[in-house]
């Protein structure tokens, strides 16, 4: 049974940080590829980043680039997300989510929500003002 635990969310002020974390359980951590996505009330989902253990690359959406970066530790199966420089507009729902995943993929961009098989429940990240 595929099982993530979501961690790190909370209320933090304009231009903290934030780290979030997601173990994962079910599947081969490396034959898939793991990618935070948010979602904040009325605005559509977000991917935000996106890590590939197999051949260790990572993307990004261009609203995080530079503030976010995303790594994993595979000998625990669990990625991170720090979140530096945060400001109201990260205010969302975040999810990680596992979607398969072989080095080379053509056509993978990791930030598309249709690529993931699998979702966590979410944690609330809130930037106050």
């Known amino acids: 049974e595929v099982h993530f635990v979501e961690l790190g969310g909370g209320l933090v002020q304009a231009g903290g940080s934030l780290r979030l974390s997601c173990a994962t359980s079910?599947?081969?951590?490396?034959?898939?590829?793991i990618g935070w996505f948010r979602q904040a009330p009325g605005k559509e989902q977000e991917g935000v980043a996106c890590i590939s253990s197999v051949d260790d690359k990572t993307r990004y959406a261009d609203s995080v680039k530079g503030r976010f970066t995303i790594s994993s530790d595979n000998a625990k199966n669990t990625v991170y997300l720090q979140m530096n420089s945060l400001t109201p507009e990260d205010t969302a729902v975040y999810y990680c989510?596992?979607?398969?995943?072989?080095?080379?993929?053509?056509?993978?961009?990791?930030?598309?929500?249709?690529?993931?098989?699998?979702w966590g429940q979410g944690t609330q990240v809130t930037v106050s003002s």
């Open positions: 989510a596992a979607g398969a995943y072989y080095s080379g993929s053509p056509y993978f961009t990791g930030l598309r929500a249709y690529e993931y098989d699998y």
């Open positions: 079910g599947f081969d951590f490396e034959d898939y590829a």
